[in-house]
């Protein structure tokens, strides 16, 4: 089974959190983050969202950030599902998934997982608003959530 998706496709977190489950009899544990497209951002109504990525790159920085989290935490496996294209307002948009002999791990590897996929994966994303469409800038606090993990993102403004 592939760690790393990025499709244009939605995905299923039953299925999915399913398989990666039964691929180890030791998993006691299976955390999972689903992101959602958001109705408002910065106070404005978000109708859809555009993203973009450079195939091959981005697989291989989320297949390292994968890696690291597999050296980090004691946890069994991880997958990461990343939409790309136009999605509309609440539509899935990434999954992250990680199993792991007991919770704990597992929670700080997926939320391990997620902060450095906000800052260091490449995605490009365009909000379209009532006021038309722009691209995100990176935030300061993704950057800090960052670094409580050691891990300089160094993106935002």
């Known amino acids: 089974m592939a760690r790393v998706c990025i499709q244009t496709t939605d995905f299923d977190l039953s299925k999915e959190a399913d398989a990666l489950r ?9 955390v999972a983050f689903v992101g959602t497209v958001r109705e408002h951002s910065s106070g404005a109504a978000v109708s859809a969202m555009e993203l973009e990525h450079y195939p091959g790159m981005t697989e291989a920085a989320i297949e390292a950030m994968v890696e690291a989290a597999l050296a980090r935490f004691d946890i069994r496996a991880a997958k990461v599902i990343h939409r790309v294209g136009r999605l509309e307002a609440r539509d899935q948009i990434v999954l992250v998934l990680v199993t792991s002999a007991h919770r704990g791990q597992a929670f700080q590897a997926c939320e ?3 902060d450095y996929l906000k800052t260091q994966a490449p995605f ?3 909000e379209h608003t009532p006021d038309g469409a722009h691209w995100v800038d990176a935030r300061v606090a993704d950057d800090e959530a960052l ?8 993106n935002a403004a």
């Open 147 to 154: 670094a409580r993990w050691g891990i300089s993102g160094g």
């Open 22 to 30: 039964l691929e180890d009899g030791g998993v006691g544990a299976v």
């Open 124 to 126: 490009w994303k365009k």
């Open 112 to 114: 391990f997982l997620m």
